[in-house]
């Protein structure tokens, strides 16, 4: 029931900046943690970063601490993450995910609501 759609991807040179945008469209939402997933071929899945929904707590990453930022916003609904000085290697499928509160590991598989993901591309 609950639908994430994502937005904001492309492609950009090495040290651009890019800023995802996910729609929730679930009433209920403001009872879920949200996260940014990020897949590329030959990698592990991996959690970016994630905000619970009051937007007091958040988690990065470390590979990203210092360059991006998730934010969400109460009224409209959405989730951001913004993205400062891109990698190459950081090209993937970005996800929207989300789960409901919980005290589990910042893990994959703990997310059980996916977006259909943004693509991501970094050239050098």
């Known amino acids: 029931q609950v639908e994430l759609v994502e937005s904001g991807g492309g492609s950009v040179q090495a040290g651009g900046s890019l800023r995802l945008s996910c729609a929730v469209s679930?009433?209920?939402?403001?009872?879920?943690?949200m996260g940014w997933l990020r897949h590329s071929p030959g990698k592990d899945r991996e959690i970016v970063a994630a905000?619970?929904?009051?937007?007091?707590?958040?988690y990065y990453m470390n590979s990203v601490k210092g360059r991006f930022t998730i934010s969400r916003d109460i009224a409209k609904n959405t989730v951001h993450l913004q993205m400062n000085s891109l990698k190459p290697e950081e090209t993937a499928v970005y996800y929207c995910v989300a789960r409901r509160p919980s005290a589990r590991p910042m893990e994959v598989k703990s997310f059980a609501y996916w977006g259909q993901g943004t693509q991501v591309t970094v050239s050098s």
């Open positions: 679930d009433r209920t939402s403001s009872t879920y943690t």
């Open positions: 905000i619970s929904w009051s937007g007091r707590d958040s």
